[in-house]
T-cell receptor
Framework: DAMVIQNPRYQVTQFGKPVTLSCSQT?????MYWYQQKSSQAPKLLFHYYDKDFNNEADTPDNFQSRRPNTSFCFLDIRSPGLGDAAMYLC????????????FGPGTRLLVL | GQQVMQIPQYQHVQEGEDFTTYCNSS?????IQWYKQRPGGHPVFLIQ?????EVKKQKRLTFQFGEAKKNSSLHITATQTTDVGTYFC???????????FGTGTRLKVLA
């Protein structure tokens, strides 16, 4: 089945130790999104790609970077995780017309020690 | 910027009771989507409304889009324990590929 896959599902890192989260999709969608979701809050958009065109949200910290080497894969790099970065990180895709369904991956729960 | 507020923030109901969540925007929306997120899960698409005054039904769920396209509602008839989760309304920002999430309503159903 076509889907959005995130690895790992759970990630434990140390304060300040770089971490990379990955997302892959078999839907061949143009747009890929990274969201951060903290407990009892709505998902917060960090950035998105339309193909290779990168779009950063104004309030996304510089500590967060992203790479999209090809249509199928997108990575979230946290260069120096702080305790406040512990959250669920959700990857999503969409075809790119702006009015269609977003498909979410299962998420990666990040714990920072 | 565009903001989408939902009320209530939390709702506890007895199984079998009805439930409604409301979504309000400060600006006119081109469309509105509804997603459900189970505890520990990820958002799952439920439905999209596009037309002014549109009403759609999915079994026990009824979705409405306001005439002015600034508000929307989700009504669940006779809630079941499987309805537990957080319901988000989501809109798209005109001219972009960004989705704006509402603040969400967390539903708990007591058996």
């Amino acid at each position: 089945d076509a889907m959005v896959i995130q690895n790992p599902r759970y990630q434990v890192t140390q304060f300040g130790k770089p971490v990379t989260l990955s997302c892959s999709q078999t839907l061949n969608h143009n747009v890929m999104y990274w969201y951060q979701q903290k407990s009892s809050q709505a998902p917060k958009l960090l950035f998105h790609y339309y193909d290779k065109d990168f779009n950063n949200e104004a309030d996304t910290p510089d500590n967060f970077q992203s790479r999209r080497p090809n249509t199928s894969f997108c990575f979230l790099d946290i260069r120096s995780p702080g305790l406040g970065d512990a959250a669920m990180y959700l990857c999503a895709t969409a075809t790119g017309t702006g009015r269609e369904t977003q498909y979410f991956g299962p998420g990666t729960r990040l714990l920072v020690l | 910027g565009q903001q989408v507020m939902q009320i209530p923030q939390y709702q506890h109901v007895q199984e079998g009771e009805d439930f409604t969540t409301y979504c309000n925007s400060s600006t006119t929306l081109s469309n509105i989507q509804w997603y459900k997120q189970r505890p520990g899960g990820h958002p799952v698409f439920l439905i999209q409304l596009v037309k002014s005054g549109e009403v759609k039904k999915q079994k026990r769920l009824t979705f409405q889009f306001g005439e002015a396209k600034k508000n929307s509602s989700l009504h669940i008839t006779a809630t079941q324990t499987t309805d537990v989760g957080t319901y988000f309304c989501v809109s798209t920002t005109s001219g972009t590929y960004k989705y704006i999430f509402g603040t969400g309503t967390r539903l708990k159903v007591l058996a």
